[in-house]
């Protein structure tokens, strides 16, 4: 234990002078699951910003979520009239050379407007090319990226739209695998702690509205990428700047 708390201040230490030397900039881009939302006092972002402030490691969490956007382009499903992933994704990402890109999307490209026998928004193939396309772009600029899966949906959603859902999150897994990189996976986040308090099966009451996470379901997920961020961060420059050199 004696040999275990020595290393652990010193990991810390090294964290805090990294970000003291080169702060780093972290983008949350994704649909109304990332945007700051009515009825949720801290989203995700705000609660990993704190996380970073109390643990001394100077960052910027900007958020760049967006209510009812999918991956792609209004030109691919204008069903939202709002600038979707592709569509703002310069000017809402690339434009602030982040360090590190958080990319939050599935439950708007998932979804079937016509029900049961109705395309998604945004097709599973589409999906891939999109989430594969910000990762390449986001890595050629010189930054890194982590990806979470869509969340569960709650019990007031039929079973064809959760089993539709779920497939964008396993899409989002062998993304992950395939492109080695890191991954918060908010479907077996939720689920997890529904079965550890209790109510496996209903989750419930980590919502405000069936699909929409409430303050306890934003601080899992701050949690969860606080921890791979302890895990992840090494003092090396990572940043725009050095791009042309990988190259």
Known sequence: MHRIIPAVTFF???LTLYAQADSLKIVAFGNSTTAH?????KVFSVR???KMDMAGIAAVVINSGVGSS?????NDNDFAKVRHGMDRFQSDVLVHCPHWVIINFGLNDAYQDEGIHGKARISLIKYRDNIEFFIKKIKEQGGEVILLTPNPLGSKYEQF???QVEQYANCVRAIAREQEVPLVDSWELFNEH?????VAGNIDFLYLDGIHPNDLGHELIAEALY????????????????AANRQ
């Open 194 to 198: 529904a079965s550890v308090t209790n």
């Open 37 to 41: 939302r009515r009825g949720v006092e």
């Open 161 to 163: 739209r959760i089993t």
């Open 48 to 50: 990993l910003q704190e």
């Open 227 to 242: 921890s791979q961020f302890l895990r992840l961060l090494v003092p090396a420059d990572n940043n725009c700047r050095n």
């Open 70 to 74: 999918h991956t792609g382009s209004v």
């Open 12 to 14: 810390l230490i090294s």
